[in-house]
T-cell receptor
Framework: GAVVSQHPSRVICKSGTSVKIECRSLDFQATTMFWYRQFPKQSLMLMAT?????????EQGVEKDKFLINHASLTLSTLTVTSAHPEDSSFYIC??????????????FGPGTRLTVT | DAKTTQPTSMDCAEGRAANLPCNHS???????VYWYRQIHSQGPQYIIH???NNETNEMASLIITEDRKSSTLILPHATLRDTAVYYC?????????????FGAGTILRVKS
């Protein structure tokens, strides 16, 4: 089956620094990728949708200048948390849509990245 | 996208069938029912989806009522590794910009 990877799996950073998380589709091309965030004991919250070669679309309440998304190729999207603060500590999960399949189901999830800001 | 309602939690004995209900009374004709699960500290895993007819794959069965207002996910022989949060999501076709939006889900605990 289709595989989505994320790197790093865990990251600890100091308050005020920026952190970049990579999301890759390993065996398929993804024109659309999604970024979710999940706080402890809560459900996944969709942050933004990124389309290859264009600007990301952010969900209401998500700061686009804080969460920079780049989708420069069909297999790679990056999420950069700028000037991270402890309240940004969360589990970040990406998901990718297989561009080559035209079925209702074509979205695959990565394993997630645990971000801890100290 | 239509809203779904699921029980907060359920217990199931190992080896028995786990039946997870989901209400989606406002579902529209072109919306599919999807089931995902999330094992602790992992990304969501696709289980199954359906439109009208019942569906079965190697993981589970999906029973959708005739009026499509509710559905049941069936894990035929639950194991301890099936302990997870199960999400029922209703969504239209992705080509029209529809997105997977997760609700609270059902915590399924499989006990020995």
């Amino acid at each position: 089956g289709a595989v989505v990877s994320q790197h790093p799996s865990r990251v600890i950073c100091k308050s005020g620094t920026s952190v970049k998380i990579e999301c890759r589709s390993l065996d398929f091309q993804a024109t659309t990728m999604f970024w979710y965030r999940q706080f402890p004991k809560q459900s996944l919250m969709l942050m933004a949708t990124s389309n290859e070669g264009s600007k990301a679309t952010y969900e209401q309440g998500v700061e686009k200048d804080k969460f920079l998304i780049n989708h420069a190729s069909l297999t790679l999207s990056t999420l950069t948390v700028t000037s991270a603060h402890p309240e940004d500590s969360s589990f970040y999960i990406c998901s990718a849509r297989d561009s080559g399949i035209s079925t209702p189901y074509e979205q695959y999830f990565g394993p997630g990245t645990r971000l801890t800001v100290t | 996208d239509a809203k779904t309602t699921q029980p907060t939690s359920m217990d199931c004995a190992e080896g028995r069938a786990a039946n997870l209900p989901c209400n989606h009374s406002t579902i529209s004709g072109n919306e599919y029912v999807y089931w995902y699960r999330q094992i602790h500290s992992q990304g969501p895993q696709y289980i199954i989806h359906g439109l009208k007819n019942n569906e079965t794959n190697e993981m589970a069965s999906l029973i959708i009522t005739e009026d499509r207002k509710s559905s049941t996910l069936i894990l035929p022989h639950a194991t301890l590794r099936d302990t997870a949060v199960y999400y029922c999501i209703v969504r239209g076709h992705m080509e029209y910009g529809n997105k997977l939006v997760f609700g609270a889900g059902t915590i399924l605990r499989v006990k020995s």
